[in-house]
């Protein structure tokens, strides 16, 4: 990935799609990230979460997560998911530069995220792939 500028006008329309798509169905928090783990945008209530440190740490957990996959013969895994007893985080691959990850809680069924996940990631490759 080259160097991107994310222009405060691409940070709006980035939160306005993670508002509508899945702010709207009771996600928490949904924070997209480079593959560096920087922030690029988070929409969402934060409560007290360190949104820099979480970014760095999925990142690192997608980077040891490929090297798993590696070693049984799989190209990528793609998505993550983790169950906690309040709360649930939901990592995907967002093309090959970006992840998404989201935070819910077991209010929200897992297959709502995940097609929610899947409708929104070209809109926001597209967008990110746009030349302001």
Same mark, same amino acid.
């Given at each position: *990935? $080259? @160097? *991107?500028?994310?222009? @405060? +006008?691409?940070?709006?329309? #980035?939160?306005?799609?993670? /508002?509508?798509?899945?702010?709207?169905?009771?996600?928490?928090?949904?924070?997209?990230? !480079?593959?560096? $783990? /920087?922030?690029?945008?988070?929409?969402?209530?934060?409560?007290?979460?360190? @949104?820099?440190? %979480?970014?760095?740490?999925?990142?690192?957990?997608?980077?040891?997560?490929?090297?798993?996959?590696?070693?049984?013969?799989? +190209? !990528? =895994?793609?998505?993550?998911?983790?169950? $906690?007893? &309040? !709360?649930?985080?939901? =990592? @995907?691959?967002?093309? *090959?530069? =970006?992840?998404?990850?989201?935070? =819910?809680? !077991?209010?929200?069924?897992?297959?709502?995220? &995940? %097609? &929610?996940?899947?409708?929104?990631?070209?809109? #926001?490759? /597209?967008?990110?792939?746009?030349?302001?």
């Amino acid at each position: *990935m $080259g @160097t *991107m500028v994310v222009t @405060t +006008e691409k940070v709006k329309e #980035l939160q306005k799609v993670l /508002n509508a798509q899945l702010l709207a169905i009771g996600v928490s928090l949904a924070i997209l990230i !480079d593959e560096a $783990g /920087n922030v690029i945008v988070a929409a969402g209530n934060e409560n007290g979460v360190d @949104t820099t440190s %979480l970014a760095a740490l999925a990142a690192a957990n997608f980077g040891a997560t490929a090297q798993i996959a590696k070693l049984l013969g799989e +190209e !990528d =895994f793609s998505i993550l998911y983790h169950k $906690g007893k &309040r !709360d649930n985080i939901h =990592f @995907t691959k967002i093309g *090959m530069d =970006f992840i998404l990850v989201t935070i =819910f809680t !077991d209010e929200i069924p897992l297959g709502l995220v &995940r %097609l &929610r996940v899947n409708q929104v990631a070209q809109e #926001l490759l /597209n967008l990110l792939s746009e030349n302001d």
